[in-house]
């Protein structure tokens, strides 16, 4: 760079830092034992600029870690003179001096957000050289790269969210304010309504931030029920809803909800075989559903961050207030080298976060094991990881014998009996409710509605 090359261009160049803030919060933890779990939400040794900060703020964190020991001056010089850091820590001239920066420890957290967020700007331009470096590689698939640059985006996210209480005294109040809210709404359901009234009324509807999940033995018929259920909450209740489809085409969920619809026989739309009276059936229903806020996302082969970043999508641009995911089987981690069963945890877990971040439900799909063919299943039923029963808020389970189901050569009953089975339900009861499944219209109804002849 030229000699004369203005002090503003070299100032640039020096990554974000303020080392004053760095003194003062170890100043503040030095002078009181309260501050460092109030500092500890909010930082890391790795935050500090100056790795001399870095290691003192080291030693202060294990003292407290263990057993809660006071972190002062003399404790701290000697567990720095035990691990032989105490000279590359500044000596303890430097450790003392750290006391005198603040006069008290009232403003910890202060500084920690500042030190936190000059740490975050650092990242930030690591990651965007990084993100630029590759770039420049053409041997790199460039929808890789993409996935890469989200995963390092979404992960200084995470770095930016701090563990945080509130007393009963905040809480109290704001759940009285809920309950006369939902008095005076004179609304039996506090969630996204299903549409069928036995599972709302043991659900009060899909809650906010839970995740859900409905689990069957393949040709069941559990594509057919979320289907179902998202038809209900956006043709006839216009609330959007998004669908994830991995395993059938967009197209052929379309078919699905006009058969539903309609009710016209869906091999007929499958095949073309459809008769002149039925035209406007068709057209009634796809002019229902051409209106609806529902929004399919069709992607075979869908990583866990692809589906993380359209669902942020469709939650921000669309307000989507429920998202369904067919099915979790078919979702997969960019490390596809990790076991199934820890991929399966990770990708539940994910689930739950995200449905906690976005606060709506998530309905994901799930298939059950081969054991629990012919008999009731039960939470262990649940393929591949016992971390998805555990993650779920909710756990149901559609079950039909066998025996119903038609043989080649036979025609398929009007009308399947199954079992919707509700396993578990963190926050209500558990029961199982009897469900009408149409194979002809894909189509799942009450018991009751059977002789209504609809």
């Known amino acids: 760079m030229p000699k004369n090359a203005p002090a503003a261009a070299l100032k640039d160049k020096i990554p974000p830092h303020n080392e004053d803030a760095e003194r003062a919060a170890l100043g503040a933890m030095l002078l009181d034992a309260d501050a460092v779990p109030a500092a500890q ?32 001056i003399i404790t701290v010089r000697d567990a720095l003179q035990q691990a032989g850091d105490l000279e590359t820590s500044g000596g303890e001239a430097y450790i003392a001096s750290l006391t005198s920066v603040v006069p008290t420890s009232a403003n910890i957290e ?38 890469k640059a989200q995963q390092i985006i979404f992960d200084l996210t995470d770095r930016k969210r701090t563990l945080n209480f509130r007393s009963v005294h905040e809480t109290v109040p704001e759940a009285i304010e809920r309950i006369e809210k939902l008095y005076h709404s004179k609304n039996a359901f506090t969630g996204v309504p299903s549409g069928f ?91 229902r559903l051409y209106d609806a806020p529902l929004y399919t996302v069709d992607m075979p082969n869908m990583k866990l961050l692809e589906l993380r970043t359209q669902a942020r999508r469709l939650r921000s641009l669309k ?19 990790m076991p199934r069963f820890e991929q399966v945890s990770e990708i539940s877990r994910s689930l739950k976060g995200l449905a906690r971040e976005l606060n709506i439900p998530i309905v ?20 591949d990881s016992g971390a998805v029963e555990q993650d779920a808020d909710m756990v149901m389970f559609l079950h039909r014998e066998r025996k119903q189901d038609s043989r080649p050569g036979e025609t398929a009953p009007d009308v399947l009996e199954t079992e919707l089975i509700i396993a578990k339900q963190r926050n209500g009861p558990v029961g199982t409710i009897n469900l009408g499944f149409r194979p002809k219209y894909t189509e799942f109804i009450s018991m009751a509605r059977q002789f209504e002849g609809r």
């Not at 202060?110 to 050289?129: F, H, P, S, T």
């Not at 489809?245 to 699905?256: G, S």
């Not at 799909?365 to 039923?381: K, M, T």
């Open 41 to 72: 939400q909010y930082l890391t040794p790795n935050d500090f600029y100056s790795a001399v900060n870095g290691r003192i703020y080291k030693a202060i964190r294990a003292l407290y870690d263990d057993g809660g020991n006071k972190a002062d």
């Open 110 to 147: 202060y500084y920690a957000q500042i030190v936190q967020d000059c740490a975050l700007r650092r990242a930030l331009i690591q990651a965007a050289a990084k993100i630029s470096a590759h770039s420049y590689d053409l041997s790199e698939d460039a929808g890789l790269l993409l996935e």
């Open 197 to 287: 009234e036995e599972l709302d009324r043991m659900t009060s509807g899909f809650q906010n931030a839970e995740m859900i999940v409905i689990g069957a033995r393949p040709s069941i018929g559990k594509t057919a029920f979320a289907l179902n259920i998202a038809a209900n909450i956006s043709v006839k209740n216009r609330r959007p809803v998004a669908f994830f489809t991995l395993e059938m085409t967009d197209v052929a969920l379309a078919t699905r909800l006009i058969s539903s619809e309609a009710h016209i026989d869906s091999n007929s739309l499958k095949t073309g075989f459809v008769k002149t009276s039925d035209f406007e059936q068709i057209v009634d229903a796809a002019g």
């Open 319 to 337: 307000q989507v207030e429920i998202i369904f995911i067919d099915y979790i089987g078919l979702i997969s981690l960019e490390d596809t080298k």
């Open 364 to 383: 994901a799909l799930s298939q059950i094991g081969r054991p629990a063919e012919g008999a009731r299943p039960n939470l262990a039923s649940l393929r």
